[in-house]
């Protein structure tokens, strides 16, 4: 079928009508298919239920082969095309008309990351997937090609159907795996042929990769929906069976209804032969690990030496660090511990072991003892996990029993405010153990308030954690104009003054060095945008996106009690150490700011229906109402943007200078 088939084709089907006499008779009536423009490139290869497999096709002036990649049209005309790789081109007889088998590739606005995590990636990156449809000729628009990352940096006539890949992406299972061996060979200016998970022995997946059937030998559509059950294990034929539930007038686009999974490790997935502008966003990511940190030297070696004395003695001890969020508290201690096992690998150390609990990751705060004890011991060797009762107990006998071959055990207690209790038994426990003279358990406690231990603490409890104590002072604009410069370790792209405002705003605000990076971080996006370095106007763009969320802006507009009744629930956060209050605290706090302000403080009814209203607007989280003033109250948002919204209010710029 070599002939260009541009012409009007006409199917017969066959009818019958009734006569005036009663008869019936045989009436011929006409379909008329759509007038399109292609030409088969061969005569193609019979498959299985009559069909014909084709290796090329002439569609509207191009050259489609399999292995190509195309563009599909998105029946949203505001959302970008769809990108396929093309597996092959089917024709079932008497339809004379093509239909497109191809493997779809993802963008990361069709994953499963987070809006934030989103705007790490490029629109032109993409993720191949195991995901396969079957389409008709129509809904193709154009070819467009897919390179890989080294040819993509270096290509400059770069058009808007010219894309990179760097991994497999898994819809089903929401995971990430770099291309290697024969996937990688699908990428490129050199991938030809279609290299099919049915026919290639070199591409391998994994247990959660979707199974495709063999397009280069018979073909029919029901096989490619529906393999033989004994060609997959178990995982992957309920994988695959997993079909479109939207159906698409132009074209089908598979859509995975499972279960929402966070994703992990996104940053990876940046490629490091990028231009600087990629590389700068990498290094400006908060998980990325930096070299050294800079400006917390002087806490670095404290608790270095504090640590390292315990060590070296075989005894135990505590360390309080306290400092507002964003200030380097877990990042220096974690140095600290990467910088002892290196020593204990060197053979310079006794041997120890390294422990991380953090508080917000438990579920509740007795799972700490759980947490603890898989870590010192091992685990056990059939997988099973310990109640927090047993788990106590074990952990009982360990720290007070002596043992002359034990080692000691360094134990890092994230956001100590969460293993808070009525009776306070967690943390009295963990402070407790390390005063044992044979416990070797060095405990170093990391919270948000400098006197979480008088305010929250019982005396029994504050007690054992002691004098030793660190206190990170915020960052300021001089310190957090450093660790920006440290990240783009001599990367020209930011300009000094763009370095400086973001600095100064950020100092300004909290001091977070977090914020400063996500700020730089989000300008590098913007330029990159538009074509440069990072400027004065970029950073300010930045500014005006991250302060002009929906919730700053709720908060922005709220009444003067509204604001007052926010600013009373951030003062209850930060004298308490706990970022949840009791209404009848809030309440109390409230009216002692109208008092000082000259307003007469309104009824607790009124102040209960204003906490309603803010409850209603998803700035705050309450619970049921029926609880009355013992009904507990948590911001839904940062409090970095509740003292945003709030600047203006003259506590809020106490807060802002006064020691947390």
Known sequence: RSHRESHTTTLIAMSTKANKRGKRRRVKKAVVAPKVDWRWLDDGTKGRGGSIVHSGIEYKGEILSTGGYLMLRNPDADELPFVAQLVSLVQYPPDPMPRVKVTWMYRASDTQMSPAQQRDHDPRELFLSMASDENEIEAVDSGCRVLTPTEFAKLQDRTDATFYCTHLYNPIENTFEKLSGALSQRVGADAVGAHDPGTDPDFDLGDGALETPDEDSDFDEKAARTPKRKRRTKRQSAQANVRPTKK???????????????????????????????????????????DGLPCREV????????????????TGAC????????????ATIRQVARALQAERDEG?????????????????????????????????????????????DLLRKRFTTPSPRRKCTVLLVDELDQLWTR???????????????HSRLVVVAVANTMDLPERVL?????????????????????QLAEIVRTRLD???????????????????????????LDLCRRAAELAQTRGGHVELGDIQQALKEMSSSPIVAAMESCSLHEQLLLVAILSQFRKSGVEETFFSDALETHGLFCRS???????????????????????LLTESGERDVFQRIRLNCNQDDVMFALRHDPTIKIMQHAPV
């Open 299 to 314: 806490e670095f070696y404290t608790i270095c030496e504090f640590v390292r004395d315990q060590i070296v003695a075989g």
């Open 423 to 437: 009776k306070q038994d967690v943390m009295y426990n963990l402070f407790d153990w390390p005063n044992n003279a």
């Open 319 to 330: 360390m309080f660090v306290s400092g507002v969020p964003g200030t380097g508290k877990t």
């Open 490 to 516: 001599g990367l020209d792209v930011f300009s000094a003054d763009a370095i400086d405002l973001c600095s100064r705003k950020v100092a300004a605000v909290s001091g977070d060095a977090r914020r400063a």
């Open 458 to 478: 019982v005396h029994r409890v504050s007690s054992r954690i002691g004098l030793r104590r660190l206190t990170f002072q915020p960052y300021t604009r001089e």
């Open 248 to 290: 698409m007038k132009d074209v089908k686009r598979f859509q995975f209804k499972v279960p929402r999974v966070k994703t992990s490790a996104v940053t990876s997935l940046r490629f490091a032969d990028g231009d600087a502008l990629d590389d700068a966003r990498g290094k400006l990511h908060v998980s990325a690990v930096p």
């Open 597 to 619: 302000r000259g307003i007469a403080p309104p009824s607790a009814s009124t102040v209960a229906a204003i906490c309603a209203r803010l409850g209603a607007c998803r700035i």
């Open 348 to 392: 310079n150390l006794v041997p120890f072991d390294f422990v991380e609990i953090n508080g917000m990751a438990l579920t509740t705060p007795a799972q700490a003892y759980c947490e603890l004890w898989d870590a010192v011991s091992g685990g056990a060797a059939d997988g099973r996990k310990v109640t927090p009762v047993r788990a106590l």
